[in-house]
């Protein structure tokens, strides 16, 4: 991409108001999409790191969100990411 025109990074899903406080959202997509604009923005490496971090959390299965199965929280989950951050 050229980066002439405005860019916009977003998970693609709902605001989901009957979740809202509760600390069981599940942070992936937002933190995924992070990656997407940091690659846009021509930082490949962070993106990948990133992306792997998420995956090996996925991998493992054992840190994730009601939604996947779970019973993390959101907070446990965004932890476990930056934990993750280099070892996947």
């Known amino acids: 991409p050229e980066r ?7 998970p693609v899903h709902g605001t989901a108001p ?3 406080g509760k600390g069981i959202a599940n942070p992936m997509a937002a933190v995924l ?3 997407m604009m940091l690659r846009h923005l021509g930082h ?5 790191t990133i992306d792997k ?4 959390l996925l991998e493992q299965g054992e840190v994730t969100t009601p ?3 779970g019973s ?4 446990q989950v965004s ?6 951050l280099g070892k996947g």
């Not at 490949?44 to 990948?48: F, L």
């Not at 993390?72 to 907070?75: D, G, V």
């Open 4 to 10: 002439r025109f405005p860019s916009m990074f977003e």
């Open 18 to 20: 009957d979740i809202a």
């Open 33 to 35: 999409s992070a990656a």
């Open 44 to 48: 490949d490496d962070a993106a990948e």
């Open 53 to 56: 971090a998420v995956f090996f």
């Open 67 to 69: 939604d996947l199965g």
């Open 72 to 75: 993390s929280s959101t907070s």
């Open 79 to 84: 932890d476990a990411i930056i934990n993750a």
